[in-house]
């Protein structure tokens, strides 16, 4: 299995602008999480799914942010409008039942 | 990552062996991992403890729990500059599936 992939690996956009990342969870995963990695805060979960429901988003920072998992092989991360703030690392990671979670490389966001 | 926490930095020399500390404070935390984070690159999973145990040894790695202190540590043996990255203690709490990790350690192997 080619891991979680990710896309784009980086990403630089203007500020107001839609941002929309991407993820591929492994094959027979039935978990996904997205976390976000920044100098001040580190690594925070933003939102996780279960057999492509969404369980936990109280990480998700405010209204902007929204994440949809349509399906058990694709996720998506939506930031719109995105502001400088939100630059960061966003990583996604996929788990199996009781198993560890693997992360995928991560897409580096710039908002200027 | 504010309940878990580390030390942000340790420098060794090749050869000698390092430990990483990590404290947590939910002590319903069922699995405790360590994971590795090179530049530009993913968090890769270096090990990983049940609660119920004290020590786990994976060739060059020792992790030893002390779960009265809610203390974690991560040994690694025989230390190379291939070892040179952040290394991440995270705890998964009971009944969550999500992991919280902490601050991560830049560990830097001189030769």
């Known amino acids: 299995d080619a891991g979680v992939i990710q896309s784009p690996r980086h990403e630089v956009t203007e500020m107001g602008q839609e941002v929309t990342l991407r993820c591929k969870p492994i094959?027979?995963?039935?978990?996904l999480f997205w976390y976000r990695q920044t100098m001040m805060r580190g690594l925070e979960l933003l939102i996780y799914?279960?057999?492509?429901?969404?369980?936990?988003d109280s990480g998700m920072p405010e209204d902007r942010f929204s994440a949809k998992m349509p399906n058990a092989s694709f996720s998506t991360l939506k930031i719109q409008p995105s502001e400088p703030r939100d630059s960061a690392v966003y990583f996604c990671?996929?788990?199996?039942?009781?198993?560890?979670?693997?992360f995928g490389q991560g897409t580096r966001l710039t908002v200027v | 990552g504010e309940d878990v926490e580390q030390s942000l930095f340790l420098s060794v020399r090749e050869g000698d062996s390092s430990v990483i500390n990590c404290t947590y404070t939910?002590?319903?935390?069922?699995?405790l991992y360590w994971y590795k984070q090179e530049p530009g690159a993913g968090l890769q999973l270096l090990t990983y403890?049940?609660?119920?145990?004290d020590m786990k040894q994976d060739q060059r790695l020792t992790v030893l729990l002390n779960k009265k202190d809610k203390h974690l540590s991560l040994r690694i043996a025989d230390t190379q500059t291939g070892d040179s990255a952040i290394y991440f203690c995270?705890?998964?709490?009971?009944?969550?599936?999500?992991?919280?990790f902490g601050s991560g350690t830049r560990l830097q192997v001189q030769p």
């Open positions: 990671a996929s788990s199996h039942r009781d198993t560890e979670a693997f």
């Open positions: 094959s027979g995963h039935d978990y």
């Open positions: 995270a705890e998964r709490r009971k009944g969550r599936r999500a992991l919280t």
């Open positions: 939910d002590s319903s935390s069922t699995y």
């Open positions: 403890i049940f609660s119920n145990m």
């Open positions: 799914f279960n057999n492509n429901v969404p369980i936990d």
